[in-house]
């Protein structure tokens, strides 16, 4: 991977305090060596990371340590700007597809063109639940029907046409969200939800099909990590009550590491306030592995974690994750 300005910014904090993974470390080291006013900024966090460490118990300087948590805090993208991000990505991979490789096939049996045109026809039913609600869940069963639907109407396009048609929709959904009053639902999700929800899948999607064309998987910035980490949280309460996982009155702490990753405390059935019980487990993984995960892309056995206390509680965790993952 490589990093840009912006990515570079987002993930020094945490490079100079070796919280990166290795290959953004790498990609970070690459950077600084082709910008020397970077690698000076690197070189003072890292001082200052150094001194730390070395200083034990000691209270930094006041100054010093709001420049450091600044640098390691990343503040979640806007729903939008989540959105508009992924599928930026999404849009460049699929103009520079070959004819060959948009007939190969993907994670989901789909091929590769069938799979952009599952995505637009889910952004265009997104947009529609939107601007006039029919649905309280788009569910499973209804994304395979909404997708069947939509395949034989883009089977002749060629890749400029279908890569089009998917822009127009994709735009169509940001619209009706912008149009949308305050406090709209849409198939069960608050309209803010809808476009982080869609910006997860592209990315999953996205993957899929860098991994169907022998293309490297790619990471979201942190920012964006971090606003799909967070619905990946809000939505565990209810996955593990699907899943016939919930554990009522309890809840769990879950530390998702990297740049992107957070802390927080979930309850473990919908409804339960977090703060009324001390968490029964500390659950610790890569916020990307996680999400990969919410998005059933790791398996159960793949995802890497640690857990300390109730581990009985972190499996159900980790098996109830990708409870609402479509296709």
Same mark, same amino acid.
């Given at each position: /991977?490589?990093?840009?300005?912006?990515?570079?910014?987002?993930?020094?904090?945490?490079?100079?305090?070796?919280?990166?993974?290795?290959?953004?470390?790498?990609?970070?080291?690459?950077?600084?060596?082709?910008?020397?006013?970077?690698?000076?900024?690197?070189?003072?966090?890292?001082?200052?990371?150094?001194?730390?460490?070395?200083?034990?118990?000691?209270?930094?300087?006041?100054?010093?340590?709001?420049?450091?948590?600044?640098?390691? &805090?990343?503040?979640?993208?806007?729903?939008?700007?989540?959105?508009?991000?992924?599928?930026?990505?999404?849009?460049?991979?699929?103009?520079?597809?070959?004819?060959?490789?948009?007939?190969?096939?993907?994670?989901?049996?789909?091929?590769?063109?069938?799979?952009?045109?599952?995505?637009?026809?889910?952004?265009?039913?997104?947009?529609?639940?939107?601007?006039?609600?029919?649905?309280?869940?788009?569910?499973?069963?209804?994304?395979?029907?909404?997708?069947?639907?939509?395949?034989?109407?883009?089977?002749?396009?060629?890749?400029?046409?279908?890569?089009?048609?998917?822009?127009?929709?994709?735009?169509?959904?940001?619209?009706?969200?912008?149009?949308?009053?305050?406090?709209?639902?849409?198939?069960?999700?608050?309209?803010?939800?809808?476009?982080?929800?869609?910006?997860?899948?592209?990315?999953?999607?996205?993957?899929?099909?860098?991994?169907?064309?022998?293309?490297?998987?790619?990471?979201?910035?942190?920012?964006?990590? &971090?606003? /799909?980490?967070?619905?990946? /949280?809000?939505?565990?309460?209810?996955?593990?009550?699907?899943?016939?996982?919930?554990?009522?009155?309890?809840?769990?702490?879950?530390?998702?590491?990297?740049?992107?990753?957070?802390?927080?405390?979930?309850?473990?059935?919908?409804?339960?306030?977090?703060?009324?019980?001390?968490?029964?487990?500390?659950?610790?993984?890569?916020?990307?592995?996680?999400? &990969?995960?919410?998005?059933?892309?790791?398996?159960?056995?793949?995802?890497?974690?640690?857990?300390?206390?109730?581990?009985?509680?972190?499996?159900?965790?980790?098996?109830?994750?990708?409870?609402?993952?479509?296709?």
């Amino acid at each position: /991977m490589d990093v840009t300005r912006r990515e570079f910014e987002d993930l020094v904090g945490a490079y100079a305090l070796d919280a990166v993974d290795p290959d953004e470390a790498a990609a970070i080291e690459r950077y600084l060596d082709g910008d020397p006013r970077a690698a000076a900024e690197a070189g003072r966090l890292r001082a200052a990371a150094a001194w730390i460490r070395v200083a034990g118990a000691l209270e930094p300087p006041p100054l010093l340590r709001e420049r450091l948590l600044a640098a390691t &805090r990343t503040d979640p993208a806007s729903p939008r700007d989540c959105f508009l991000d992924v599928t930026g990505r999404f849009g460049d991979l699929a103009a520079r597809l070959t004819d060959d490789e948009l007939a190969r096939p993907t994670h989901n049996g789909l091929r590769v063109r069938e799979l952009i045109a599952h995505l637009a026809a889910l952004d265009e039913a997104f947009a529609s639940e939107v601007r006039a609600p029919r649905r309280t869940f788009i569910g499973a069963e209804h994304v395979a029907r909404i997708t069947a639907r939509a395949l034989p109407a883009v089977a002749r396009f060629g890749r400029d046409e279908l890569v089009a048609h998917w822009r127009a929709c994709r735009d169509d959904l940001v619209a009706a969200v912008d149009a949308a009053p305050p406090g709209t639902a849409a198939a069960g999700y608050p309209v803010a939800d809808v476009l982080v929800i869609r910006a997860f899948e592209a990315w999953t999607h996205a993957d899929d099909i860098r991994a169907a064309t022998g293309r490297p998987l790619e990471v979201p910035r942190p920012a964006v990590l &971090r606003t /799909m980490a967070e619905l990946a /949280m809000r939505s565990l309460p209810l996955a593990l009550a699907v899943a016939n996982r919930a554990r009522p009155g309890a809840t769990a702490r879950i530390v998702l590491t990297g740049a992107g990753g957070g802390t927080w405390t979930v309850p473990c059935a919908p409804g339960v306030d977090p703060a009324r019980a001390a968490p029964a487990v500390e659950l610790r993984a890569s916020v990307v592995d996680w999400c &990969r995960r919410f998005a059933d892309r790791l398996t159960e056995g793949e995802l890497v974690y640690d857990a300390t206390g109730d581990v009985d509680l972190a499996r159900d965790l980790v098996a109830a994750a990708p409870a609402f993952a479509g296709l």
